[in-house]
């Protein structure tokens, strides 16, 4: 059986093909199906992840928020355009530098978290170590790490921004 952890390489034989097997007993048979219907690499290859919403594969809070905007059926220029304008914003408004320049290493997803580092190449885990939980990422570190609920919540309610479901970092700050 499949762990709680368990990755795509987890479904490939040492051989280098699908271990049919386990995918015949891990899913229903039009899901083991389709995974069985997919070619593998003739390499072998790290698993990675892939924002499929910018081209280079990169999740950035840009392409969410574009990625968002299509989703709630809004025009997506109009959403460019609001993005530009909250950059023009947190330039002139009257903030330290430093604060400045945090959120946009933040947005762009340049801060260090484990996730990043791992990312670069360092040997560390990606893993949480606040909460232990969930994979470091600059979302998990700054908003979605379940020990910073008392943080969250309050700012949700000052903010009155509702449930904190499906935001992006740029939606609070
Ligand atoms: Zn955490």
């Known amino acids: 059986m499949l762990g709680e952890n368990s990755t795509v390489r987890s479904l490939i034989s040492p051989t280098g093909g699908w271990n049919s ?34 081209n280079t594969g990169e999740y950035t809070v840009r392409s969410g928020y574009i990625m968002g905007c299509d989703v709630l059926d809004s025009p997506t220029t109009s959403g460019l355009n609001d993005a530009a304008s909250w950059w023009k914003l947190l330039w002139w408004i009257d903030i330290p530098l430093k604060v400045k320049l945090f959120v946009w290493r933040a947005c762009n997803n340049w801060i260090p978290t ?38 969250r919540e309050s700012i949700l309610v000052a903010q009155n921004i509702g449930s904190g479901k499906n935001l992006q970092f740029i939606d609070f700050i």
């Open 21 to 54: 097997e386990l995918i015949r007993v891990s899913f229903v048979e039009e899901e083991a199906d389709a995974i069985l219907s997919l070619p593998l690499a003739a390499t072998s290859t790290p698993d990675s992840m892939v924002w499929h919403f910018d």
């Open 114 to 151: 484990m996730v990043n580092l791992e990312g670069r190449g360092l040997r560390v885990s990606s893993r949480c170590s606040v909460c232990d939980y969930g994979c470091e990422t600059t979302w998990h570190a700054l908003w979605g790490c379940k020990k910073l609920k008392l943080v």
